[in-house]
């Protein structure tokens, strides 16, 4: 059975995946863009969302992990900013590139944080069983977020689109 760590690892794979297929995007592709960013964005939302209330919560007693977890929620709240951000601009202004560049760096840099320094240590910690058990917890909370948000951001792009000429993505 996967634990909620090979869960979190294979959703972090996922996300590095979106943004690379951005980067290699020619300049031009403003719509295919557009449309990968609706992707990263509802996926990351999703994630952290789960990712906090399945694991950061159920762990954040504890001494030895405390520091980090709160480090890490501040984190989140920072890329999650970034990404309303740059759900309100264009893909083709430069400013939404420069947002995108940081964002790439504030994930890799969390990611491999995460990766690196905090799921070894709840590994060693916490019994297989119960980061098991927390696995169905984490799938379920992140697609009803999924979902939720899929439906959310489709429908501010849609009313953009026809109060001003966001058409011409
Ligand atoms: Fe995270």
Not at 145 to 161: G, H, P
């Amino acid at each position: 059975m996967m634990t909620i760590i090979d869960h979190l690892k294979k959703d972090h794979r996922k996300i590095e995946m979106l943004y690379k297929q951005m980067d290699d995007l020619r300049p031009e592709d403003h719509a295919t863009r557009h449309k990968l960013f609706l992707n990263l964005h509802s996926l990351i939302e999703a994630q952290a969302r789960s990712e906090e209330e399945n694991f950061y919560d159920r762990f954040i007693t504890r001494k030895d992990m405390r520091r980090q977890l709160l480090e890490y929620h501040e984190v989140h709240q920072i890329i999650g900013a970034l990404l309303k951000e740059m759900s309100l601009l264009s893909p083709r202004d430069e400013k939404w590139h420069a947002k995108f560049n940081v964002l790439k760096d504030i994930l890799h840099r969390h990611i491999q944080e995460e990766e690196e320094v905090l799921f070894p240590k709840v590994a060693a910690h916490v019994e297989k069983d119960i980061l098991d058990s927390l696995s169905d917890f984490y799938i379920e909370r992140r697609n009803s977020e999924l979902n939720k948000l899929i439906l959310t951001l489709a429908n501010s792009v849609l009313r953009d689109s026809q109060s001003s000429n966001m058409a011409s993505y």
